[in-house]
């Protein structure tokens, strides 16, 4: 199957430069591309890579717009990362890989579920009674929705994901452990992703809230009653404990760990392998960890660490006794 460079165009906008009847084969990285692939540059420090590239046709910006004319066809677009991602959105479309309305006959929705007429429910899929599954969203192979939970429109769960499973709630009772009744839910918004094997857990009393455009990596966990704002982004592997509250257009780096009943404010940004312990209110990155090290040498710097405290207060008391007293 195949596109031509005209009709992409037309179906994106952006500014053709060269032959807009080339035929285009597949998408491809900058520098595998051949002749009659289509590529993409963002990074105005890499344009020697222009030179080098056999790509058909290259979306660059604006900075990179006169030496992409120099070597050959190209489209110039104000955001060259979004033009190819609506590219791959348009390419699947065309070449009829959309996943099609309805449900699979292996797939099980209990008595009081709804699922949307215009949604696709994969194979071995099991939607629990009273669950709500909204337009055009999407379920792979092996989703789980549990009981009254609530996806919304147009998003994508990836194969194994668990939307609604009980959160990790018990009481302690003379050495033993009792459990707490998870009977809260999960509300998902419109527009969400859910990466493969990942977690939502259900609340305890109140539902667990993912809002609107939020994107979940693989292998992530969500404890219960958490509240994750719209657009926030979660890298692989991110745990998030129960009760945390975090604001819209946060992202979270690969490994990350966010303590429960914390509160992160929009706009925050936490570098991967992270472990955030106390809330953070204001805009910004943030990063916490201790570098990796040979084992030995860790320990003896951890082992420093917890002498700190003590070595202030030695410091402070130095200092002032060569300070000597003060005089008028």
């Given amino acids: 199957m195949t596109l031509r460079i005209g009709a992409i165009v037309q179906a994106l906008g952006g500014e053709l430069s060269g032959d807009a009847e080339r035929v285009i084969t597949r998408l491809a990285p900058l520098e595998q591309a051949q002749a009659g692939e289509l590529?993409?540059?963002?990074?105005?420090?890499?344009?020697?890579?222009?030179?080098?590239t056999q790509a058909g046709c290259i979306i660059v910006g604006p900075a990179l717009?006169?030496?992409?004319?120099?070597?050959?066809d190209c489209i110039v677009a104000d955001n060259?990362?979004?033009?190819?991602?609506?590219v791959t959105q348009l390419w699947r479309r065309a070449h009829g890989g959309a996943p099609r309305p309805g449900v699979h006959p292996?797939?099980?929705?209990?008595?009081?579920?709804h699922v949307d007429p215009s949604a696709s429910i994969g194979a071995l899929c099991f939607i629990g009674r009273g669950a709500r599954i909204g337009a055009d969203t999407v379920l792979r192979d092996r989703v789980t929705v549990g009981e009254h939970c609530v996806i919304g429109a147009r998003c994508l769960l990836q194969s194994g994901a668990v939307i609604g499973g009980d959160g990790f709630g018990f009481a302690?009772?003379?050495?033993?452990?009792?459990r707490i009744e998870q009977l809260g839910a999960v509300r998902i918004g419109d527009d969400v992703e859910v990466g493969a094997n990942t977690c939502i857990?259900?609340?305890?009393?109140?539902?667990t809230v993912i809002e609107d455009g939020v994107k979940l990596d693989n292998l992530i966990q969500i404890g219960h009653n958490c509240h994750i704002g719209r657009h926030t982004a979660m890298a692989g592997c991110v745990g998030v404990a129960g009760s945390a509250r975090i604001g819209a257009h946060c992202t979270v780096g690969g490994a990350g760990m966010i303590l429960g009943h914390l509160t992160i404010a929009?706009?925050?940004?936490?570098?991967?392998?992270?472990?955030?312990?106390?809330?953070?209110?204001?805009p910004g990155h943030y990063t916490g960890f201790f570098p990796i090290d040979d084992n030995g040498s860790w320990e003896k710097n951890a082992a420093a660490l917890k002498h700190i405290h003590a070595l202030r207060d030695r410091v402070r008391a130095l200092e002032k006794r060569l300070a000597g007293?003060?005089?008028?």
């Fill in 106 to 113: 292996s797939a099980v929705v209990e008595e009081g579920a």
């Fill in 172 to 178: 302690p009772d003379d050495g033993a452990w009792v």
């Fill in 201 to 207: 857990d259900r609340g305890a009393l109140e539902d």
């Fill in 266 to 282: 929009d706009h925050v940004h936490i570098s991967s392998a992270s472990i955030v312990t106390r809330s953070i209110l204001k």
């Fill in 325 to 328: 007293p003060s005089h008028a």
């Fill in 80 to 86: 060259p990362h979004l033009y190819f991602a609506r």
């Fill in 65 to 72: 717009a006169a030496a992409a004319r120099q070597r050959g």
């Fill in 39 to 52: 590529s993409y540059l963002v990074d105005p420090r890499l344009e020697h890579l222009l030179r080098s």
